[in-house]
């Protein structure tokens, strides 16, 4: 336990004392429900994330937020349009011609929530060994969601889920109380770490504990933003963790959970870009279906992080050849999927042939409604949403946008609110959402407005819009 209390001298205006042992309860959270009502984005505070979340240059022509799956992705704030006066007898609304499920949860929510919920009630009831004999299995078996979310990462996440959350709670205002009781969570963990300090599942889950402490101490401004007192904290929590994982390298090199965690602490590291193209392919080798590394790794690329354009295209090329039998073309648009959403160069420079069809080839080999949401809302409105001026990179953002039809008309058969509503902040994984129902309710209504205005022409015909298990139908009225 010297470590944590050394961790905890670093951090002005804090010295808690450390107890003689784990206390029989973590840390109280606002609410059980937080950590499993998040979608890919999923999941915005999971996908806190096994991906690398580094710090953002300062720049002041620019606001980007951090962290995608993965990692950093910027919140996207649409302009406010000028709102005309109501007419006297408002027109019709195209969406009142459409009829499409929108079920709540969804079979991926549900899914995600089961696991979860699983970690976070054996870790309440202090039975860590069947905890991390089932997340051991988990990552062994390289389990996924339906969506190809890891079903180890989502356990590890609810096993941190009400020390990380309690945290959250307590730096909302940027500025806790010296007294406020932030470490007994972590505190908890780290003497459950002690008791067993040969096992990776507990390692992975205390040091990404502390990884999500420290951003949450951090938060997702530029760094000449941050208050001294809050950076001291993030760099202390950080280093605590890479002394955690540390201890394990070159050991479980079956895992992906642990090289997935090691991953995450690419920030701060002076790494070139070799050395993370090396550490992503070999995750991602181990689990190519599960899509949050190839996702990360395209942003790890851009020159912002680690990389170059030129080296983001060698790669997102060398990992649809390694995925091909997995993938097809796929590989590469999953390396590119987050990368142009936050760079305009990189999106000028985009190989658009090969990136739709990638588009297509992911459709075909994972048709479950929540990737068809994924990617219809992915090219609809973050990237239908996000034209920037840069003649060459609106020009594809144009016609990445133009296959949301496609999408839609060929495979959609539900609607997935919450998708869309982190789609239009461009799944923001560190986005904090003060009302779900509300945010799923706006995600909602572009959905409708989207898609009815893919379909106006039959709409304008008089004609109803039905979504079946087959996909849309048009019908007279």
Same mark, same amino acid.
């Given at each position: ?261 090691? &991953? *995450?602490?690419?920030? +701060? ?7 993370? #193209? $090396?550490?992503?392919? /070999?995750? !991602? ?93 992915? &090219? *609809?409105?973050?990237? +239908? ?7 060459? #990179? $609106?020009?594809?953002? /144009?016609? !990445? ?77």
């Amino acid at each position: 336990m010297t470590h944590l209390a050394s961790l905890l001298r670093k951090i002005p205006g804090f010295s808690p004392k450390m107890q003689a042992k784990a206390p029989a309860e973590q840390a109280p959270v606002p609410s059980a429900q937080a950590a499993t009502s998040q979608s890919d984005s999923t999941l915005s505070s999971l996908m806190r994330q096994p991906a690398g979340k580094p710090a953002e240059p300062a720049q002041p022509t620019q606001d980007y937020s951090e962290r995608d799956a993965a990692l950093a992705i910027p919140l996207r704030s649409k302009a406010k349009r000028k709102q005309p006066k109501a007419p006297t007898t408002p027109p019709a609304r195209l969406d009142n011609n459409l009829s499409i499920p929108c079920p709540d949860p969804t079979l991926e929510d549900r899914t995600r929530d089961q696991h979860q919920n699983t970690a976070l009630r054996l870790v309440r009831q202090e039975d860590w060994d069947k905890l991390s004999a089932m997340i051991s299995t988990a990552d062994r078996e390289l389990a996924l969601t339906p969506g190809g979310m890891s079903v180890a990462e989502l356990m590890a996440f609810g096993a941190r889920a009400d020390v990380v959350l309690a945290v959250e709670h307590a730096l909302l205002d940027r500025s806790p109380d010296p007294d406020a009781p932030m470490y007994i969570g972590i505190e908890a963990l780290e003497f459950v770490l002690d008791e067993h300090p040969s096992d990776y599942v507990i390692a992975c889950i205390v040091a990404q504990a502390h990884m999500d402490m420290a951003w949450a101490w951090r938060g997702i401004g530029w760094d000449v933003e941050i208050a001294p007192r809050n950076r001291e904290a993030f760099e202390a929590h950080f280093a605590r963790a890479r002394e955690i994982i540390k201890t394990f390298d070159g050991r479980h090199q079956t895992s992906a959970l642990l090289p997935n965690t090691a &991953c *995450a602490l690419l920030r +701060g590291d002076s790494r070139k870009t070799h050395s993370v #193209a $090396d550490r992503y392919e /070999a995750l !991602i080798d181990l689990n190519p279906k599960n899509t949050g590394p190839l996702r990360a790794l395209g942003t790890n690329m851009l020159p912002r992080w680690y990389g170059t354009y030129e080296g983001l295209e060698l790669e997102a090329r060398r990992t649809a050849a390694r995925t091909a039998d997995i993938w097809g073309a796929g590989g590469y648009t999953w390396v590119m999927f987050n990368a142009i959403s936050v760079d305009d160069e990189a999106c000028a420079r985009l190989d658009l042939p090969f990136f739709v069809e990638g588009l297509r080839d992911i459709v075909e080999r994972r048709p479950e409604p929540y990737t068809v949401n994924l990617l219809a809302a992915y &090219c *609809a409105n973050t990237i +239908g949403q996000a034209f920037s001026g840069n003649d060459a #990179a $609106d020009h594809i953002r /144009a016609q !990445i946008a133009d296959c949301a039809d496609w999408l839609v008309r060929e495979h959609l058969t539900e609607l997935h609110p919450m998708i869309w509503a982190h789609a239009a902040q461009g799944f923001a994984n560190n986005l904090r959402v003060a009302s779900p129902h509300r945010f799923a309710a706006a995600g909602q209504d572009d959905a409708l407005r989207i898609i009815a205005g893919l379909f106006r022409r039959e709409i304008s015909e008089g004609k109803q819009i039905t979504f079946t298990d087959q996909g849309p139908v048009a019908t007279a009225v």
